[in-house]
């Protein structure tokens, strides 16, 4: 491949099988559930947003 032009590269990715995975997944899972039901942060975006001139 090096002949080609290609390079070797190291990519990390996270190990899913452990509990801290799955306790931050899960974390993550019931803030998206709940997301409906917790306005508050999006009527702050509002209150400190402007209109983009187009």
Known sequence: MRAQGYRPV?????????EQFAGEAH?????????DRNTDD???????????DE
């Open 10 to 18: 190291q990519v990390w990715v996270p190990d899913v099988g452990t």
């Open 27 to 35: 974390r993550q899972s019931a803030a998206v559930a709940d997301a």
């Open 42 to 52: 999006q009527d702050f975006i509002q209150a400190v947003s402007v209109e983009w």
